[in-house]
């Protein structure tokens, strides 16, 4: 389950969130309960996790 979930995450996050600024608008690319979920771990502001701060941008506040 778990190489399911990396591999999930490592697909989502070969689109970059400059694609996403580009298009102009601010959103979260993964379902609303994971972008939770990393927010209430405090993975948002954790430097080793790259994948919910590039994809879960408006949960994390990273965009406006």
Avoid: S, W
Wanted: include cysteine; hydrophobic fraction near 40%.
């Amino acid at each position: 389950m778990f190489v399911y979930l990396v591999c999930l995450l490592v697909i989502i996050n070969a689109f970059g969130p400059e694609e996403v600024m580009a298009q102009g608008g601010c959103a979260d690319r993964l379902p609303p309960n994971v972008c939770q979920q990393f927010k209430a771990k405090g993975n948002c502001e954790n430097p080793f996790f790259e994948i919910p701060a590039q994809n879960c941008m408006k949960t994390c506040g990273k965009c406006t």
